[in-house]
């Protein structure tokens, strides 16, 4: 038996909105570093929070928060 579908739709409860956001956040993170293991890939994620906190992964030597200004300049 599997999980059932959801719907797809912004979180109304603040709380839960910030549970949710904080727990995919981080299975997001851990896939992102996962997939660089175990597939030799280069994987840069950058997530901003609601608040503008970024939270941020690179398994490549660039430091990935230079390389965006870099682009963006």
């Known amino acids: 038996m599997g999980r059932g579908k959801i ?3 912004r979180i109304d409860n603040v709380t ?3 549970v949710t956001f ?5 299975g997001l993170l851990k896939k992102a570093k996962e997939l660089a293991i ?3 890939a280069e994987v840069g994620v950058m ?8 939270s ?3 398994n490549s030597r660039i ?4 390389f965006v200004q ?4």
């Open 7 to 9: 719907v797809i739709r």
């Open 16 to 18: 839960s909105r910030q």
């Open 22 to 26: 904080s727990k995919r956040r981080n």
């Open 38 to 40: 175990l597939c030799d």
């Open 47 to 54: 997530i901003f929070s609601s608040t503008g906190k970024l």
């Open 56 to 58: 941020d992964f690179s």
């Open 63 to 66: 430091d990935l928060v230079d």
């Open 70 to 73: 870099e682009i963006c300049e």
